[in-house]
């Protein structure tokens, strides 16, 4: 969400330009995924793909939901910043979290989750919820959507290309509950916290994808 924020910020979300920007970049995610497709099937090539989820969620919302186009949209080009950076030294935590798991290779990958996934929680809940207070519900219901949709992704690949089977609990609770419908301040609340300790982004891609290379 950070690379779509820092797309929007500083513009109109109505101008032609920004416009032209931002179907752009969803241009470019269609074309990377075609030239995937064309590659020979291989752990690296899931991964990959699946770390557009998140691209073709966005481009089909914004498509599709005329919601997202006249509120949510215009938002982020304003404040776009202002959650980047409102969140910036819990990105820190997570990217330090990152090199650390990335680090310690495919047989220590378990001992760092749980420690990894505290931090994405931390740094998904911040991101929500100042969406949520600059940028009004219908924002936070989406982050949450996105991040219950991408996380699922994430959690069955590690499972598919890894092979890690046992999983912290704080990275797998957040599965068997879902509060995105809910539209109060207060039921997104509870579904941040119902997501345990952990909701992965698209920033574990990097992680899976340096692990999985250890594993052809």
């Known amino acids: 969400m950070n690379i779509f924020n820092q797309i929007l910020a500083g513009g109109n979300a109505g101008d032609h330009h920004n416009i032209r920007r931002i179907v752009g970049n969803f241009r470019l995610s269609v074309n990377y995924q075609l030239c995937l497709s064309n590659c020979p099937e291989n752990p690296a090539k899931r991964i990959l793909l699946s770390g557009q989820k998140a ?20 938002c982020w080009s304003k404040q776009g910043m202002v959650l980047t950076d409102y969140c910036t030294s819990l990105a820190r935590t997570l990217h330090a979290e990152i090199i650390q798991l990335m680090e310690g290779g495919v047989d220590n990958l378990k001992q760092g989750m749980d420690s990894l996934c505290r931090s994405v929680h931390s740094y998904d809940s911040c991101f929500i919820m100042k969406s949520h207070e600059v940028c009004g519900v219908k924002a936070a219901k989406f982050l949450v959507r996105l991040t219950h949709q991408t996380s699922h992704a994430l959690v069955e690949l590690l499972d598919e ?7 912290p609990r704080s990275c797998l609770d957040w599965l068997v509950h879902n509060y995105a419908s809910e539209s109060s301040p207060r039921g997104i609340a509870k579904r941040m916290k119902a997501v345990g300790e952990a909701s992965p982004l698209l920033s574990l891609f990097v992680l899976f994808f340096a692990n999985s290379i250890f594993l052809r």
């Open 55 to 74: 691209w073709n969620i966005i481009c089909s919302d914004f498509r599709n939901d005329s919601d997202f186009r006249k509120h949510i949209i215009p």
């Open 161 to 167: 290309v890894l092979g890690v089977k046992d999983l």
